[in-house]
C-alpha cells in the first residue's frame, strides 16, 4: 500500500492570480491538497488574457489539478459562501494588493474568528508593512525595485530584465515554503498563522554574489554580462561554439585543469598567467579569448562531452525549442505533453517537490471558469439545487451590471 500524499486532506482555498499565488498553489495541488481556486466572474487576470498569443499556455500550466468556481466577492451572498468555505478549510491564499481583504471583510483576523487554525498566507510586492507597501507590483517592476536589473546586462549597455518572472516565481515558492511550515507549526502547536511572503524579500538573497562587488558609497553596479557577478572566478561565462553557445565554469583547480585536458591547453598548464585562481582572475579577458578561440571550432554536444568527460561543469545553452524537447524533463516527468479539453495539444510541467516513495501521477488539467461551482458548494457545503439557484438569484455568482 503506497503512502498517501504528503498534502492529503489539506484544503485551500486559492484567490490567487497570474503567477506568483497559482504557482504556490499549484504546488499544493501536486502535493495532494484538495485546491479550490476562487475567481470573479469574469475570470482571475490571466484567464482574461487568453486571446492573446502564448497565454493558454501559462494558464493550464499553473493551474492544473485544481477545482474552479466563481465568487462575485463584492456580493454579501459570496461572502457569505466564501465564509463558509472558509470554516471548512486549512489554507487561505491571496495574491491581492494589501488592504483588499480586509476592505471585503475578509481580512485575516476575521477569517481565524470563523477558523482559529486557518494558515492566511498572503504574497506580493512589498509586504504588508514597510514605506512600500502599496507600490503597485509586478515581476517587472521587482525586477527593478530589487536591484536585479541593474546587475543584469552589460557595463556599456542599459540595466536589461531578466528573461522569465523570477521574482512571481520566486515569491511562489517561498510562499509554498511559508505555507508548509505555518502547518507544521499548527501541528506541532495547534495554533493558526497568518504569514506573508513580499517579492522583494524572496529575490534580494540572490543577489550575493554581486553584493560581493558592492562597496558602501558606490553609487553604480556592475553589470558582468555572462561573467560571475563577483568577478571572483575565471573562467566562468558563456563560450561560443560551432552551432551555439555553452557555458563554462571554473571553481577550482581541478575544474581548471579539466577544462584545459577536455580542450586540449595543455601548453597553458604552467602558463603564470593561469597557473592559481588569483591568476586566471587578473587576466580574465585573456582566459575568456583562449577557451573561446578552442570552443569556436567544435559542436556544443562535442564540447559538453569533453567537459563532462573531464568533470567541469558546463552545459550548452539551449534554446527553447530544444528545452520543450529535452530528453532529461521528460524522462523525470517535470515536462510532458497533455490533451487538453480547451487548448488542445499543451506543454505542462510538474513540481520540482520529488519524493521518493510517491510516484509524480497523472495530471488532471487546468479546470474550466467555474467549472466546479456546484459541485463544491454540494460537498463542502451541501448546496442543493435550490440553494445553488436562490444563490444564483442573488448575484454570488454573476457580476453586476456596472462592473
Known amino acids: 500500500m503506497s503512502a498517501p500524499p504528503a ?31 476562487i475567481e470573479p466572474p469574469q475570470g482571475e487576470h490571466l484567464r482574461k488574457r487568453e486571446r492573446s498569443p502564448g497565454v493558454t ?64 498566507a498572503s504574497g506580493s510586492g512589498y509586504g504588508t508593512s514597510g514605506p512600500y507597501r502599496d507600490y503597485p507590483a509586478m515581476d517587472l517592476t521587482m525586477q527593478a525595485m530589487s536591484g536585479v536589473m541593474s546587475v543584469t546586462g552589460t557595463p556599456d ?12 516565481f520566486f515569491g511562489g515558492a517561498h510562499l509554498y515554503g511559508a505555507i508548509v511550515t505555518a502547518l507544521l507549526r499548527r501541528a506541532n502547536a495547534g495554533v493558526g498563522s497568518t504569514v506573508e511572503v513580499a517579492m522583494l ?43 551555439g553557445y555553452l557555458a563554462i565554469l571554473s571553481i577550482n ?30 587576466n580574465m579577458d585573456e582566459v575568456d579569448r583562449v ?32 528545452v520543450v524537447v529535452d530528453p532529461h524533463l521528460h ?3 517535470m515536462i510532458r505533453w497533455i490533451d487538453h479539453p480547451e487548448y488542445g495539444r499543451t506543454l505542462v510541467h510538474d513540481s520540482p517537490i520529488v519524493f521518493s516513495d510517491l510516484p509524480r501521477g497523472e495530471f488532471a488539467p487546468s479546470p474550466g471558469l ?7 458548494l454540494g460537498e463542502f457545503l451541501g448546496v442543493d439545487a435550490a440553494g445553488f439557484e436562490a444563490l444564483e438569484r442573488q448575484g454570488a455568482f454573476a457580476a453586476a451590471a456596472d462592473e
Open 331 to 333: 524522462a523525470t516527468g
Open 291 to 322: 577557451v573561446s578561440e578552442r570552443t569556436a571550432t567544435r559542436t556544443r554536444a562535442e564540447l559538453s562531452a569533453s567537459l563532462i568527460a573531464a568533470r567541469v561543469p558546463c552545459a550548452p545553452v539551449q534554446e527553447l525549442h530544444e
Open 253 to 282: 583547480e581541478k575544474h581548471w585543469k579539466g577544462v584545459v585536458q577536455a580542450l586540449e591547453l595543455g601548453d597553458l598548464a604552467d602558463d603564470p598567467r593561469f597557473n592559481s585562481s588569483a591568476a586566471r582572475i587578473r
Open 157 to 168: 549597455k542599459p540595466p536589461v530584465k531578466a528573461g522569465p518572472a523570477i521574482c512571481d
Open 57 to 120: 499556455m501559462p494558464f493550464a500550466a499553473l493551474n492544473g489539478g485544481k477545482r474552479a468556481i466563481t465568487l462575485n466577492l463584492k456580493s454579501a451572498a459570496a461572502r457569505d459562501v466564501f465564509r463558509q468555505l472558509v470554516a471548512k478549510a486549512d489554507v487561505v491564499v491571496e495574491n491581492f494588493a494589501p488592504g483588499v481583504m480586509q476592505r471585503l471583510g475578509l481580512g485575516d483576523a476575521a477569517l481565524r474568528e470563523i477558523n482559529p487554525r486557518l494558515i492566511y
Open 7 to 37: 498534502l492529503a486532506g489539506i484544503v485551500v482555498l486559492d484567490l490567487t492570480q497570474i503567477y506568483n499565488g497559482p504557482y504556490c498553489t499549484f504546488m499544493m495541488a501536486r502535493a495532494g491538497a484538495t485546491v479550490i481556486k
Open 201 to 243: 524579500d524572496s529575490v534580494y538573497p540572490t543577489l550575493v554574489s554581486n553584493l560581493g562587488l558592492h562597496r558602501e558609497g558606490e553609487t553604480h553596479a556592475v553589470r558582468t554580462g555572462n561573467r560571475h557577478g563577483g568577478l571572483s572566478i575565471a573562467p566562468y561565462n558563456v563560450y561560443p561554439a560551432s552551432d
Open 370 to 376: 467555474g467549472q466546479h461551482n456546484r459541485e463544491v
